[in-house]
């Protein structure tokens, strides 16, 4: 699946509340150590957000999995 780059046609957020606290989504590229381009799970290019759900994305509270981490 290709994801469009236009992340408001697409309806994603770019913010995501952690635990009562707002943080910013991590890009593809932004994570630690950075992720591939496009990505392996939604098909995201580098500095665009992941498909939501994907199992790809990094939790920008804890740095985990945000699919399994908990934090939500």
Known sequence: ????????AQGLDASLTLNGRDYP???VGEERPP???PCAG???YYFTLHAVGCEDEQCPACGGQ???CGCR
Do not use: I, P, W
């Open 42 to 44: 939604c098909g995201a």
């Open 1 to 8: 699946m290709v994801v469009d780059d236009d992340e408001e």
């Open 66 to 68: 945000l699919a399994t």
């Open 25 to 27: 989504r991590l890009r």
């Open 35 to 37: 992720g591939e381009s």
